[in-house]
């Protein structure tokens, strides 16, 4: 259970952080949240929103930034009524977005020249994942910092993992967000050779998930392929195309041979590039279907 009163800073409560926030409102924690624009939903499930970044600094010790972009997060940190004004040593900063490695480690250093600590603790996990706190957090930075926050993060998740010093997470998080692209990839490949064998879609998703078959983007994505619900899209192709490109760049730079994550991520870019990117990327299925023969 939460300390009796104890406040925790959100600062970016958009898809993930709102079932972030959930979580940790329903913990027992206070949380004081700020987002540029629409925190009527985070008001209404019990936050209290707050005017700057700076200002949710100023009544928590603890502040999880979950940001969509490398710009986002300098804007939060640098900007007007920034956070780097007001940190000192109480603070601790704890990073759930996920940018190139050498961004973030950049973005430590300036937070832990103001005194106060850092800790990485990217979420592996779609939103309803993430609501239902079936989510992993991969945490890289100090384990003390780790102990400290420990209490917060399984608010979120039980499933917390460890991997070493800060930018470790980030690395594991783009392994995991590479065989998402793969993994979603295969299910619309199943789903549509199911449906093309005369089978309904609703019972391929159903039986192959029971089987040896069956993954967590199977499990989730292919009922979203055999109800054609894309939308609202809990992850959209424009949220992957950050992980393509990061997870690409950190191949080449391992010299990993990739020959899935290459076949597999032109479908992604093809559906950002046919103007798909607010749907989810189980709508990827459209594509297999159109390359299928008739």
């Known amino acids: 259970m939460a300390e009796q009163n104890q406040i925790v800073g959100l600062i970016g409560i958009g898809q993930l952080g709102v079932p972030v926030a959930t979580n940790l409102l329903h913990a027992g924690f206070r949380v004081a949240g700020y987002r540029r624009h629409n925190l009527e939903e985070f008001v209404r499930l019990g936050g209290k929103a707050m005017e700057s970044p700076a200002a949710v600094a100023q009544v928590a010790d603890i502040v999880l930034l979950c940001l969509p972009s490398e710009q986002a997060s300098q804007e939060v940190l ?34 832990t020249a103001t005194g106060a600590r850092v800790l990485e603790a990217e979420i592996s996990g779609s939103p309803p994942m993430v609501a239902g706190r079936k989510a992993a957090v991969y945490v890289g930075g100090d384990p003390e910092v780790l102990d400290v926050c420990r209490p917060i993060l399984e608010a979120i998740t039980p499933n917390l993992y460890h991997l070493g010093e800060y ?13 998402l692209a793969i993994h979603t990839l295969a299910a619309a490949e199943a789903v549509n050779m199911g449906t093309r064998a005369g089978f309904d879609p609703q019972l391929v998703a159903e039986v192959i998930q029971k089987g040896a078959g069956g993954s967590a983007m199977f499990g989730i994505r292919a009922p979203f392929m055999a109800a054609r619900t894309f939308s609202p899209a809990p992850g959209p192709f424009n949220t992957l195309e950050k992980y393509l490109h990061l997870g690409r760049a950190m191949a080449d730079e391992l010299g990993c041979a990739t020959p899935l994550f290459s076949a597999a ?30």
């Open 78 to 111: 640098e900007g007007s009524n920034g956070l780097l004004g007001v940190l000192d040593s109480r603070h601790i900063v704890v990073e759930l977005g996920t940018y190139r490695k050498a961004f973030k480690l950049a973005q430590a250093e300036k937070v």
């Open 167 to 179: 930018g470790k997470a980030v690395s594991m998080k783009l392994i995991a967000n590479y065989l």
């Open 265 to 294: 991520s032109p479908y992604f870019e093809r559906a950002l590039a046919s103007g798909m990117g607010e749907e989810d990327i189980a709508a990827v299925i459209k594509l297999i279907e159109a390359d299928s023969k008739n």
